[in-house]
Nanobody
Framework: QLRLVESGGGSVQTGGSLRLSCTVSGYTFKKGWFRQTPGKEREMVAVIETGRGTTSYGDSVQGRFVISQDNDKFTAYLQMNSLKPEDSAMYYC???????????WGQGTQVTVSS
């Protein structure tokens, strides 16, 4: 059983930046960030494959957000730049032990971008 602890959410104005952190208690195959707002489906933001470090991004954040990980590979970061009001959401860290679905989730951290 993995435990995920997120931090770094908050409020920022349009165009600002925030960095989210997610520390995982054990080995993962991949880590990711997802977001959700009330009434909408959960959206994939960014994913990093732990071993190779390969990354993928949702279309809406491509070129603005960067996912990375610590050298020990237990902490993932989401650097969010050029934030827009539509980026406002609850952001969740997730982890998987294999290439399939994400089975472990953090408690979520709120990001609010004001215009």
């Amino acid at each position: 059983q993995l435990r995920l602890v997120e931090s770094g959410g908050g409020s920022v104005q349009t165009g600002g930046s925030l960095r989210l952190s997610c520390t995982v208690s054990g080995y993962t195959f991949k880590k990711g960030w997802f977001r959700q707002t009330p009434g909408k489906e959960r959206e994939m933001v960014a994913v990093i494959e732990t071993g190779r470090g390969t990354t993928s991004y949702g279309d809406s954040v491509q070129g603005r957000f960067v996912i990375s990980q610590d050298n020990d590979k237990f902490t993932a970061y989401l650097q969010m730049n050029s934030l827009k009001p539509e980026d406002s959401a609850m952001y969740y860290c997730a982890a998987s032990l294999n290439s399939g679905d994400f089975g472990f989730w953090g408690q979520g951290t709120q990001v609010t971008v004001s215009s």
